[in-house]
């Protein structure tokens, strides 16, 4: 069994995550039910926020360089031609 | 998060998140106030991603390193966390500038060139780990006790504090838990919430660069969130189990 998210948990994670949805929060729901729906909000966010600690990977130096390489190389190979299976060297009758 | 992100246009939009916390998102552009004594003379505007390809179009060899410069750092950044491997990532980068070379003059021009970056990225990523996972080892995918049942409702996982132990945890292992949750996620989920999150697009263009409808960015990304949740809950009540 999956948790599955239900509709304030969903309208929570559209707000933090579709960046169109920001500034929805007043016009979403009405006064009554706004704190129950921060609660879910600020449960998301620390959930997503989890993800901040994912170690950063920076790029190796020179792989830009690398990259501009391999595309001057792959300009400077010769094209392959696709040959037909059968080359056509037999005799026409 | 008072940030401010670039927005694939030779532009930077702020973000600002509820508590105001700065956050620095890959392909975040910092921007400082210098000093200035004296009236600075207009800076020149930086060509957008879309006037570069242009460029390069007719010619501007340099327009295209350009580009590749530009977005080094956050196609990286989002290759090897969906890959889970720098080796991976590198060579995946590198195809998939060859492969805007290659099309360039299919491109768009009235499109917008991030997402379509991201597009060729996505794909030639997806291609790798299915390459990958027809071979008989698979180090692309890493899997986190994959027969675990575990239940429970969504708003109670969230708010868990078994989700947050309280003792503290060393950094480095907690990136790891992190990492290690992430690469474990379906990969159409992975992919999904990393572009959502860290690159920060639109449900919108989301969907154009996965070429699914708008409705199913949504369901995916609902689903990717609450997957990620319960594979940290699960990881963190084996952990203290054991």
Same mark, same amino acid.
Not at chain 1, 84 to 88: K, L, V
Not at chain 2, 135 to 140: A, I, K, Q, W
């Given at each position: 069994m999956k948790t599955i998210p239900d509709d304030m948990d969903r309208r929570a994670i559209d707000l933090l995550l579709d960046r169109k949805a920001s500034g929805q929060l007043n016009e979403v729901f009405a006064v009554s039910v706004r704190e129950q729906f921060e609660k879910r909000l600020d449960a998301v966010e620390q959930v997503l926020s989890l993800?901040? $600690?994912l170690p950063e990977f920076d790029p190796p130096a020179d792989l830009a360089s690398r990259t501009m390489a391999r595309i001057a190389d792959a300009d400077h190979e010769p094209r392959h031609t696709i040959r037909? $299976?059968?080359?056509?060297t037999r005799p026409h009758a | 998060m008072n940030g401010l992100t670039y927005?694939? %246009?030779?532009h930077s939009r702020s973000t600002a998140s509820r508590d105001g916390k700065a956050q620095a998102h890959p392909g975040t552009t910092e921007r400082r106030a210098m000093p200035s004594l004296m009236p600075q003379p207009p800076a020149t505007p930086e060509r957008t991603d879309e006037q570069l390809l242009s460029a390069y179009r007719e010619g501007d060899k340099a327009a295209f390193a350009q580009l590749v410069q530009r977005y080094q750092r956050e196609l990286f950044h989002f290759l090897v966390r969906f890959l889970g491997d720098r080796a991976a990532a590198d060579d995946v980068f590198q195809e998939t500038f060859l492969q805007v070379h290659q099309s360039a003059d299919q491109f768009d021009p009235s499109r917008r060139f991030r997402p379509w970056l991201f597009t060729i990225a996505a794909n030639k990523a997806r291609d790798l780990i299915r390459s990958q996972a027809r071979?008989?080892? %698979?180090?692309?995918q890493a899997s986190i006790n994959p027969g675990d049942d575990e239940s429970g409702e969504f708003m109670d996982l969230m708010q868990s504090t078994q989700a947050f132990p309280d003792e503290p945890i060393q950094r480095e292992e907690l990136q790891q838990a992190v990492q290690r949750t992430v690469m474990s996620m379906p990969e159409h989920l992975r992919e999904i919430l990393l572009l959502s999150y860290f690159? $920060?697009?639109p449900y919108k263009q989301i969907s154009d660069i996965l070429e699914i409808p708008l409705g199913t960015v949504k369901s995916r990304l609902h689903a990717a969130v609450a997957h990620f949740a319960d594979r940290w809950r699960t990881m963190n009540q084996n952990k203290s189990a054991s």
């Open positions: 993800l901040d $600690q037909p $299976q059968f080359a056509d | 927005d694939g %246009n030779g071979r008989p080892t %698979n180090p692309l690159h $920060q697009f």
